[in-house]
């Protein structure tokens, strides 16, 4: 018998990381709720209101919305998988790691993958993005809207408007973007988009926001190869969440955490929810610099959910962090790769993104740093 354990006891953090974020009590109370089978119709009446919702977060009239059973990664992987085949070019604009995952991901999924690459922290322009596509006509193409590993956001609309020229289709990882900041999957053109629940959506990890747009669609239609994934396949999810026959377990309880912290997204209203991580994040952005500390990425370019600061020369950036968790409970990340030991990694998401959480975390880091 091993030996009776005390309560569960977890320490009540406060989330400034690059994910997970806080979570609201709406959600927190969404996940103490009773379950249902993953075939009931009460569970598909959820699966249809995230799918309306997820339309107006994504801004897209796409109808096929979903969560994927998974973090973010089963989102890039399924982007992935479902759109390209073995043999097939994936062109990437590589600006970070989330960028260098992709890549991988589509190298084994048998893609012949081409790379345009940027320093960490950096956003492609117009021109090189098109001149690149226009180059290398390939049959998709990917990029990172919000590049968690750097700080930096990418426009896409002439990405997508070089591939779709090329008859190529976009994927774009809007893992840190959705929620905070303006996707505007319609409007840019992109054609797959996932996300994640535990950035910009404040719930627990756990699920994938995808979108397919019809043109996507209809390439996967004619796909003559299956899928080499049989959990990720669009197809067979579509029709469990469509026609519902049982592919997988899907849990109740994640979706109910989704559908309520889509359903706060839409009472606070996108635009104003966009405009709240908007001026926390100038907010903290001038708190930085009235500290004598520069950002990493240029103005302009910079996400309003996960800032860069540098770290000050002479300044031991774990120890920092480390005092800032022991010390204040505030859980924020360092740089790494390229950037370890030189950024701050330090989120404003969803229910995290406050003016009180500004206040706390500079004070705290300008404490921690002496
Ligand atoms: C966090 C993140 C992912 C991966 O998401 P997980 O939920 O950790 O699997 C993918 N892309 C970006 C840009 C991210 O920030």
Not at 92 to 101: E, I, P, Q, S
Not at 315 to 344: C, T
Request: net charge negative; proline share 6%.
């Amino acid at each position: 018998m091993p030996e009776q354990l005390p309560p569960l006891a977890p320490p009540a953090r406060l989330l400034l990381g690059p994910g997970p974020s806080m979570v609201a009590p709406r959600v927190y109370e969404a996940l103490r709720q009773p379950i249902v089978g993953h075939l009931d119709p009460y569970f598909f009446e959820v699966v249809e209101d995230i799918r309306k919702l997820l339309g107006y977060v994504f801004s897209t009239r796409n109808e096929f919305n979903i969560a994927i059973s998974g973090t973010g990664t089963s989102g890039m992987e399924a982007a992935v998988g479902n759109f390209v085949e073995p043999g097939e070019k994936f062109a990437v604009l590589a600006n970070g790691y989330f960028c260098d995952r992709i890549s991988d991901v589509a190298r084994r999924h048998g893609a012949v993958v081409v790379r345009l690459e940027k320093p960490w922290g950096e956003a492609f322009d117009d021109q090189e993005a098109r001149d690149f596509l226009r180059r290398e006509k390939p049959r998709v193409a990917a990029y990172v809207q919000a590049e968690t590993s750097a700080g930096a956001f990418q426009q896409g609309k002439a990405i997508c408007e070089a591939a779709h020229e090329v008859d190529a289709l976009v994927i774009a990882d809007c893992v840190t973007s959705l929620g905070g900041m303006p996707v505007m999957v319609d409007e840019t053109g992109i054609d797959i988009a996932y996300s994640c629940t535990q950035k910009g959506l404040s719930c627990p990890s756990g699920l994938a926001p995808l979108t397919v747009s019809p043109r996507a669609w209809e390439r996967l239609r004619k796909r003559t190869t299956p899928v080499d994934s049989f959990y990720l396949d669009l197809r067979l999810l579509e029709s469990y969440f469509h026609d519902h026959k049982y592919h997988h377990t899907a849990s109740a309880t994640m979706f109910y955490a989704l559908r309520e912290s889509l359903a706060l997204i839409a009472e606070e209203g996108i635009e104003n929810r966009w405009e709240r991580h908007r001026h926390n994040h100038e907010a903290f952005v001038a708190g930085i610099e009235a500290m004598g500390m520069r950002m990493h990425v240029a103005a302009g370019h910079r996400l309003w959910t996960l800032n860069t600061p540098r770290v000050p020369d002479g300044v031991d950036d774990a120890k920092v962090r480390q005092r800032l968790l022991n010390e204040y409970g505030i859980e924020i990340s360092g740089g790494f790769g390229p950037l370890a030991g030189k950024v701050f990694r330090i989120g404003l998401m969803g229910y995290s993104s406050t003016g009180e959480n500004v206040g706390k975390i500079l004070d705290a880091l300008k404490r921690a740093m002496k």
